[in-house]
């Protein structure tokens, strides 16, 4: 699961960690093979696949599960497959009003237990809820919690410092370092675009080259490129909302007119759906087309063909998508350019809690 490449660059032990990450990724979520198959996927010798494999049937990331049924073979081998019963991943999901939500993940990607917490307000999450959520979760896993997850919706370093989050009202909060000292567990915080995005590539339709954008409060956006999140020299990568594409639009909190979120974010579609009832073919396939606009250049600069969007069921419909999708591609025809295609983000509520605990087993399951 996004293995680094370079493995011939890398020291034994580094390489040890791809090795198993490699296979970690053809069996997820639930595939099974055998040691055979899994090397020649992987393309890795008999020796090291089999030395990657014991080590994670030791560590019991892995577990053997039937025989290889196929006819025409000799000696059959064992299947292996992700042990879901051992490990635990700690996800929690700050990205949503009025609710903040936590979970314990199995190696599978399936939630097996759940917590909610009501907030007063949308933004009113406290440090000591968070650590008090995580304190019940780790209980209940008893001591196999493979690490602790946490998504936020604002800027994120990959070291897991929270540069700014205008809606939790968080700024250059160093929340990894401080989770992980009070409980001494690998911590992973990251952006909630980046960490959907993932739920979407390794439990969706994702392919390895995509572009993820959410349509909720605001307009976020990820990339991935050759299975690896684009992040950015300033960690931003993704934060288009504040993209200006009506010059002459409505005025935006950030000092700009016609930002991408002034026109097309849930609430203010919302608003003119309720406000014209009657209008609403035109509403949705002008805000579709917005966004197609807007969508043109990442897709021609990347070269992506593949655009998952994620929002409320009565904005992002069959309307609203086509009239994406025809502007994208009117904008960006090209002999060179595969037509792109977008369309509707069918994981639910639980995509941005299993899409953090894809992002903990992605550090994680190698260097047990
Ligand atoms: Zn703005």
């Known amino acids: 699961m996004n293995a680094p490449r370079a493995a011939s660059k890398a020291d034994p032990s580094d390489i040890r960690v791809i090795n198993r990450l490699l296979m970690f990724d053809l069996l997820f979520p639930q595939n099974r093979m055998s040691r055979a198959e899994l090397g020649r996927q992987t393309g890795l010798s008999r020796v090291a696949a089999s030395e990657a494999a014991s080590d994670m049937l030791d560590k019991a990331i892995l577990r053997e599960s039937g025989t290889d049924e196929r006819e025409g ?14 490990w635990r991943i700690v996800s929690i999901d700050l990205s949503q009003p009025y609710v903040m939500r936590g979970a314990l993940v199995n190696l599978q990607g399936h939630i097996v237990h759940r917590m909610e917490l009501p907030l007063e307000a949308a933004n009113t999450v406290s440090l000591d809820d968070v650590i008090d959520t995580i304190r019940e979760l780790i209980d209940r896993a008893s001591d196999h919690v493979l690490g602790i997850g946490i998504s936020i919706p604002g800027v994120v370093t990959t070291e897991g410092r929270v540069m700014l989050s205008a809606n939790l009202g968080w700024k250059n909060l160093e929340l990894r370092d401080l989770i992980e000292g009070e409980f001494g567990v690998h911590t992973r915080v990251c952006n909630d675009a980046n960490t959907a995005l993932l739920a979407e590539r390794f439990l969706g339709d994702g392919s390895p080259d995509s572009l993820f954008i959410q349509i909720t409060s605001g307009i976020g956006a990820a990339v991935l490129v050759d299975d690896k999140i684009v992040y950015g020299i300033g960690h931003a990568a993704g934060e288009i909302g504040h993209v200006v594409v009506e010059p002459n ?30 209008q609403r073919q035109e509403i949705l396939t002008h805000a579709g087309e917005l966004l197609g606009t807007a ?10 063909s593949d655009v998952a ?13 086509s009239a ?34 894809v992002a903990v087993m992605q550090a994680r399951v190698g260097r047990l």
């Open 324 to 357: 994406a999708e025809q502007t994208v591609n009117r904008l960006t025809s090209s002999q060179f350019h595969t037509p792109t295609r977008v369309r509707r983000c069918e994981q639910g509520d639980d995509i941005v809690l299993l899409g953090q605990a």
């Open 309 to 321: 969007i994620y929002g409320p069921a009565d904005i992002v419909g069959e309307t609203f998508l």
């Open 73 to 86: 073979r000799g000696k059959r081998g064992r299947l292996l497959t992700i042990d879901p019963d051992v």
């Open 249 to 278: 639009g409505p005025e935006c909190p950030c000092g700009k007119r016609g930002c991408l979120e002034t026109l097309i974010s849930a609430p203010v579609l919302h608003a003119k759906l309720i406000n014209e009832p009657d």
């Open 295 to 304: 969508l043109s250049m990442p897709t021609s600069l990347l070269d992506l």
